[in-house]
């Protein structure tokens, strides 16, 4: 018999525990042992609940308990999550957790400390939510060097920008309407602005190379500025704009981004839609392999922690190597990047646009007064230059190929 | 250091070569320990090979080799691969393997003489090629009940069904071009007809089930009746047809079949495309999520075979638990399985086709000398006795939810 706790009874939480007792004798039978949930902390009582008597108040009862071997860590945000999971861990205790601002902040130490206690810091739910990724890259794309991880890693925005491609509708007039359905928080920042993709492509960035990428030194922009006008371009290409977070390893240099970008109907994104978030992984030898589902929700994100409380409870006593090292990685400069530009100017003077940015492609989209166009090949310092001596820049995304 | 000998130096035995030496630093360095390739046995020689030295014809000479602890099995076909992989597990050597035919048919034994013999039996490459899609059911998506699983298993018949689609041609002459191209063998029945899709399910039925689905009990049908005429009707309705590999968990039955399928915009399946596989897994608390990469090809396939080696380079000694049982899971009839159906009949009276069928959406492809139209959700037993009472349908094609 495993023992685990549950730090936090909020969404994330109760639905840890709905799956262990759903799933029960499946749980058991894939780690090889029962595995029990015998405390829950919160601050709060829960009258009536199934498992209110589980409910403890101090997290002293769960870090004294031998008995414990597994903490699941669903509080979310830094304190006290963060000292009470190293705690756990240097107590020998296993801890499992989606929460990916802790993971994108301290995983290589709470990864280390675990080492040296064998025992585990996992946390499959932190990226992609129900979409086993850190595992597969962990442990099946182990003889690939990647070259490019590509995510649509936020379920909001996704939202979001599908109902704007769909409906011809304003970003503020969908945010309301995500706002009073509960796809989006009140305060949608962390969302709309690009900085909860950022902590992931952080993490996935991480353990790929292998060392830390602080998500603080990667370039983010989020979808605040995308209107129905970009949509209405679109069309005409076939394409659409989604918001991705990506990084890449070319020619010896490692880079990263988050941004809305121009993506083709060949890309496998293309039709990844609505909450659903999707990672594409490339590998020098394997090629292409895309992971697919809810990023979010209650029981898929518990699920994802039920299979590594399964993974600890495999492992008791044994550290499951991952391969992060605390030595921080040095991203390039998103200057030198390459790419292509849909860039929208004032005005429909189509020669003083190619004056300006050399050879473009002319999209119509029936707009007397501006011109919209995609660019050649060019770098980030490039495009800056061109578009500083234009003057005239309505707006500007990139092009992913 | 730990030593490897590869059967079968064809496209894919070449490929798992070239994997290790192309990344050698990375497979060496996730393995924990160096790997290195000490023979390969074929019955030909390969002189230049810049390997060829490695080359034995006699399997003798790395059975009674006690350095090599990890074979890659990548000959294809029942015999001599189920002998040698046999003998090889019985001495202690775990196999990895290609091999979707002798998986199969003798998975479940094979499995059981690895448990024996303190070895592994692994199989990544069998199904998807290149998608990792065998670990993450054995060790991701651990607490789930699984529901459904559904995938485009089949690389040849993909490209076949997309080329239809996109240029409006005949399936024999695509498959003629196809076959130019390399792209479908000269012998196509194991593709066209389904059988080799029919092999894939089998497995991945096995393994989310954990008994043995024999492929012989599975209901297959290929691709080889569907006309340009059924993509004229797919483009009224913004759907595609696809050739599907599904089993289900319905009210304590399952279900296993192959076939042609009907499926919207809206399933994330519709546009996998060309040569790429993709694997829809329905799981109980989890939801959704689905696997998309290359299905076939020498170094995705061969990518998988290394992450297996790398897997049992980890665990020399050991046997990961795999849940296949060699009891045999009792498929339910597909007589019973419901659903709607895509029915062309001869002529174009609409009211004989709703008197023979009862309520059904017509779908008009501006064909005079036939009715097209879906039927409301049923049985296959009442559709197939509706059918025979009418007497005149053309074609029938399922449709998936």
């Known amino acids: ?21 759903t799933n029960q004798e499946m749980v058991n ?12 902390l919160d601050l709060r009582d829960f009258p009536g609940d199934p498992y209110e008597n589980l409910v403890v108040h101090d997290v002293e009862a769960i870090l004294n ?7 699941c860590e669903a509080m979310g945000g830094i304190e006290p999550a963060y000292t009470f999971s190293k705690r756990a861990l240097m107590a020998g205790k296993s801890v499992c957790t989606s929460n990916k601002e802790l993971v994108a902040k301290h995983g290589p130490e709470l990864i280390q400390i675990a080492r040296e206690n064998n ?16 595992r597969p890259i962990n442990s099946s ?27 011809g509708s304003d970003f503020s007039e969908v945010l309301k309407e995500a706002q009073e359905k509960g796809y989006a928080e009140r305060n949608p920042e962390a969302d709309v602005e690009g900085y909860d993709a950022c902590r992931k492509i952080a993490i996935l960035s991480s353990l790929v190379y292998g060392k830390t990428v602080n998500f603080e030194d990667i370039y983010t922009e989020g979808i605040t500025k995308i209107s129905t006008r970009d949509f209405a371009y679109m069309k005409q290409i076939d394409s659409t704009i989604k918001l991705l977070g990506m990084s890449r ?26 909450v659903f978030n999707a990672i594409l992984v490339k590998g020098n030898t394997l090629g292409e392999t895309m992971y697919y589902g809810k990023g979010a929700g209650k029981l898929p994100t518990a699920s994802a922690v039920v299979s590594d409380v399964i993974d600890c409870a495999k492992h008791v006593g044994k550290n499951i190597f991952c391969f ?30 190619e004056a300006a940015f050399g050879k473009v492609s002319f999209l119509d989209a029936g707009f007397s007064d501006e011109t919209g166009f995609i660019t050649e090949v060019m770098s980030e ?19 992913e190929e």
């Open 65 to 71: 308990d031998e008995e414990v071997s597994i903490v």
């Open 1 to 21: 018999m495993v023992k685990t706790a549950v730090l936090g009874y909020g969404t994330v939480g109760s639905g840890i525990v709905e799956v262990i007792k």
């Open 141 to 167: 794309l182990t003889p690939e060097r990647i070259e490019a991880i590509t995510g649509i890693l936020n379920g909001t925005t996704n939202y979001i920008l599908t109902k704007m491609e769909r409906e």
């Open 381 to 399: 310092k490039e495009y800056k230059e061109k578009a500083e001596a234009a003057g005239n820049v309505i707006s500007m995304i990139r092009v």
């Open 249 to 274: 390893y070319v020619d010896g240099k490692y880079f990263a981004m988050v941004a809305p970008f121009v993506i083709g109907r060949d890309n496998a994104l293309y039709s990844v839609n609505d």
């Open 119 to 134: 025992c585990n810091y996992l946390f499959e739910a932190s990226v992609g939510g129900g979409i086993p990724i850190i």
């Open 324 to 353: 992060w090292d605390p030595e921080k990685l040095q991203l390039a400069g998103i200057e030198d990047a390459k790419r292509r530009f849909f860039v929208r100017v004032e005005g429909s003077d189509k020669a003083k646009a």
């Open 29 to 40: 039978k894939k780690a090889g042992v029962d595995i029990d949930v015998k405390y829950i």
